[in-house]
Structures are given as structure tokens and as C-alpha cells.
């Protein structure tokens, strides 16, 4: 705490002083250029002016931010050996030391971050492609950008992408993502090694460190197979498990939604880490038994069931309804299941009903049906089904589209069309049979590896293990 008080704001104070002389260098790269100059490399005497001020510069950031030593691992590929440098694991900001060791090599950014000060011009400078994760032109533009630029053998300087696509906490890696592959071209893997704190607290906890190590290592130029060149999936996987194997972390087929790191059944996602688990094992930390959870959960469907539209609760009233002596535990569990300082009692109820075996799933999907069929039409249009799996299974479910066209009848989804899909359907059966089984006597879903066999390449077996992904997981 007493190096917080003394390095933090003293550390923060330089990187931002740092940064205020960077903005109007960077600014000053492109100025004068007209659109269609500006859709060029910038070269001659505007890149061997700024770029190394710039790339000083960003080196200063760090350094004041407590990178004091940055150690390096093997050697960086050239632009003609690999146009694309794949970083991984991507656990936030302040990975973007990486960039120092590449040359400052140029990156894809959301659209929106061209807006902030100071960052909008270091991407400007940066030459960075931008896309708008809202629209689906806007992503059909940047894919094509970066497929013109890793292809122009050489004229384009080289590309570093993130392939997992989002922040994690680094203890594996999720799915990578095809848009670094589309193009099959040579990729050059790099690792992130760190010991800076990987959570939404990382910036305060870095620069309150004396220093951070961080190393960047290049592996060796992966040359992808014809069929990985006209496979990206193929060749993202394979990337992604050599990674993994070096980093000595798993490689899953998780991929991230709402900030939450799922698996995909069909058209359904599965939380890795079911908030219906966790708030069980809460329950137990809280000194509930078994007789005291099934009680909580009666009284949590008396609730539900009382006649009234809102189902919502506070914490403060979730803490008095189960019955726990901490509140602060009735907090931590609405966090599970939403961002904002409420929670839907039919999730609550729904989800840890069905893993802590009190009632048999036929008796909890009738229940189910009967809450979001609140009409009392006998059927469940669209809408309704994707609440009522997202009730179920914890998280909440956008892509039901498939699961309503297999179970529904004419036009009409009824209670046992539901039943007989999730208890017969070849794909569907598993939401039941593997992760909506009781507690104490089903498997709890973990990683699924995808160093199965099925995929083959040229750099090397892979293989991989199981472990934690994420923490502080919050859902839309």
C-alpha cells in the first residue's frame, strides 16, 4: 500500500505526460495527406521522422508504467518471411508493449476507439485498419483491408493481430479467431509472458509494483498446409494449439460473448463456468445445507409464481428471501447472473434447481414453460425461448433461432415439443444429459480440447490440458 500512495500516481503522472507529447507527433505523420495518400503506406521522410520518436515514445509509456526490462525470445520474423505477427494471450491495455519489440507493426482496433484523445491518433499514426464490431459492412471492409495488406509482399508493413479477439485472464486460450488466417499466408506466433495483474484492476496493481517483467517470444514462422490455406478455422486451430502447447495452457473451442467465455451446443452457449454452480458452492460458503437450499428455493418460486410481472430482486432481498447471514454473498451472486444491481428470481430459481437434483427436469421445464408462458397460451414464441434457456443455463441465450425451428410445430412451440428436443434431440440432449445434471452426480462441464486428432498440420503434434479461464465474469 505504501508504494500504491508513492508509485502509482507518480507512474501515472509520467505515462500521461508521455502521451500529451505523442499526440501531436502522431497527428503530424498524415497531416497534409489527402485521402487517397493516406490509403498508402506512409514512407520518405514522414515515417523516418516520427516513426522512431514515436516508437521512443511509447517505450517511455511503459517504462514509466514499471516495464523496466522487457526480455526477448527468440527472433522476429521479417515482413517477407511473415506478414502477420499472432500475440497471444491478450489480457489487456497494457499489452500492447508488444508493440515496441514489432516495430510498432500495425494493429486492428475498433472504430470506436478513434474517437478517444491521444489514442485516435496514435491509430491514425499507426495506419491501423478499424472496424465496427456492430456492422457487418464495416467488418466485410476490414477483412478485406487486411487480406490486401498481408498479400503485398512486403509493400504494407507487417500486421499484429490478436487472435482470441478479446481479454482474458490468460490461464488458456480461447478460440482464435479465422480473421488473421483468411488469407493463408506465413504467421509468426508470439507469446506474452507476464506477472502483471491480468483483471480489471491491472493498471493500478502494475504501477504499484517496484517493476514488471514481461517477456515477448517469437516462435518460429508457421507455414501453413493447402488445406489449412483454404481452412482458416483449420489453420486458426492449429496455431492456436501450438500456442497453447508452448505457453503450457490449454487450448479450448470457447469463444467470448458479452464478456463471458461459452461453448457452443447447437445453437445454444454454455457458460464454461455455470453461474448455477457457483451460487451452489456459494450457498454451502454461506452455511446452507441441502434441506436450507431446497427451502431457499421453495420460497424463491413461491415468489415467481405470486401473480406479479416483475420477477427482479436487490441483492438486499435476495439475501432475506434465501435466508443468508451476508449479504455480501447475495451481492456476489447478482453479479453472476447480471451487471446491474438486480436479478431475474426465475434464473436464480431455474438454474440451481436443475443442478441440485430436487426436482426431475420434466417437473422444472414444466415450471419453466408455465413462467415465461405468461399468457397462458399453452406455446412459446421466439422470444420466450431464448429467456427461457437463458434462465436455465445461467447466460443469457441470443441465437435460438435453430433450437425454435427443430422443436417447434406450425408455427407453435408447446411444452412437450421443448421436452422431446431437449431429451431426444441427437444434439440438443446433451444440455440435459451432461450440463444441466445434478451436482453431486453429473460431470461439470469443462474445456472441450481440440487436439481431438481430427486436425493435422505441419508444425508438430499438439496436445493440451484443462484449467481456469476467466474471473469477475459478468453477463449481458
Given amino acids: 500500500m505504501f508504494f500504491f500512495f508513492i508509485l502509482f500516481p507518480l507512474r501515472v503522472t509520467m505515462a500521461a505526460i508521455f502521451f500529451l507529447i505523442m499526440w501531436p507527433l502522431a497527428r503530424l505523420r498524415l497531416a497534409g495527406l489527402s485521402e487517397e495518400e493516406r490509403s498508402r503506406p506512409v514512407t520518405g521522410w514522414r515515417r523516418w521522422l516520427f516513426h522512431p520518436i514515436i516508437l521512443v515514445l511509447s517505450r517511455a509509456v511503459f517504462f514509466s508504467l ?22 497471444a494471450p491478450h489480457s489487456g491495455f497494457l499489452d500492447m508493449l508488444v508493440l515496441c519489440p514489432t516495430q510498432l507493426a500495425t494493429v486492428v482496433s475498433r472504430s470506436e476507439n478513434s474517437s478517444l484523445p491521444v489514442i485516435g491518433a496514435l491509430l491514425e499514426f499507426n495506419q491501423s485498419v478499424l472496424v465496427s464490431r456492430k456492422d ?23 500486421m499484429l493481430m490478436f487472435p482470441e479477439g478479446t481479454t482474458t485472464n490468460g490461464s488458456a486460450l480461447i478460440k482464435f479467431k479465422p480473421g488473421a488466417f483468411l488469407a493463408g499466408v506465413p504467421i509468426q506466433p508470439v507469446l506474452l509472458m507476464s506477472c502483471h495483474q491480468k483483471s480489471s484492476w491491472a493498471l493500478w496493481h502494475t504501477t504499484s509494483q517496484l517493476y514488471t517483467n514481461m517477456t515477448v517470444e517469437f516462435l518460429p514462422v508457421y507455414n501453413p498446409t493447402e488445406e489449412e490455406k483454404q481452412d482458416p478455422n483449420l489453420y486458426a486451430d ?40 457457483e451460487t451452489l458452492s456459494l450457498l454451502r460458503k454461506d452455511g446452507l445445507g441441502a434441506s436450507e437450499v431446497e427451502a431457499a428455493l421453495g420460497r424463491v418460486i413461491d415468489r415467481c409464481q ?35 444491481k438486480t436479478v431475474d428470481l426465475r ?15 420434466k417437473s422444472l421445464l414444466h415450471t419453466a414453460f408455465t413462467l415465461f408462458d405468461r399468457e397462458g397460451r399453452g406455446s412459446l414464441g421466439a422470444v420466450e425461448l431464448s429467456d427461457l434457456m437463458g434462465a436455465l443455463l445461467g447466460v443469457p441465450q441470443h441465437h435460438t433461432a435453430e433450437l425454435y425451428a427443430e422443436a417447434s410445430s406450425e408455427g407453435q412451440l408447446t411444452e412437450q415439443d421443448l421436452l422431446r428436443v431437449l431429451t431426444a434431440h441427437p444434439t440438443y440432449q446433451r444440455v440435459v444429459n451432461e450440463y444441466l445434471q445434478p451436482e453431486e452426480t453429473g460431470p461439470q462441464l469443462s474445456y472441450t480440447p481440440l487436439a481431438d486428432g481430427k486436425p493435422v498440420n505441419n508444425n508438430g503434434s499438439m496436445q493440451n490440458g484443462n484449467g481456469s479461464l476467466l474471473s469477475d465474469k459478468k453477463h449481458d
Avoid at 497453447?244 to 479450448?252: D, I, M, S, Y
Avoid at 434464473?347 to 427436469?361: E, T
Wanted: hydrophobic share 40%; aromatic share 8%.
Fill in 347 to 361: 434464473q436464480i430459481y431455474l438454474s440451481v434447481a436443475a443442478l441440485s437434483g430436487f426436482v426431475s427436469f
Fill in 66 to 87: 514499471g516495464f523496466l526490462w522487457v526480455k526477448i525470445k527468440g527472433r522476429r520474423a521479417d515482413l517477407k518471411e511473415a506478414p502477420v505477427l499472432a500475440v
Fill in 136 to 158: 457487418p459492412e464495416s467488418r466485410k471492409k476490414a477483412v478485406a483491408q487486411i487480406t490486401e495488406r498481408v498479400t503485398s509482399n512486403g509493400y504494407w508493413p507487417q
Fill in 238 to 277: 492449429n496455431v492456436q494449439k501450438l500456442m497453447a502447447k508452448a505457453l503450457g495452457v490449454p487450448a479450448t473451442d470457447y469463444v467470448m460473448e458479452g464478456g463471458v467465455p461459452v461453448s457452443k451446443l447447437g445453437s445454444l452457449s454454455l457458460p464454461m463456468e455455470s453461474p448455477a454452480r
Fill in 306 to 340: 405470486s401473480g406479479g410481472e416483475d420477477f427482479k430482486a436487490t441483492a438486499d432481498e435476495l439475501a432475506a428471501l434465501i435466508g443468508l447471514t451476508e449479504t455480501g454473498t447475495a451481492v456476489t451472486i447478482c453479479g453472476l447472473y447480471s451487471k446491474d
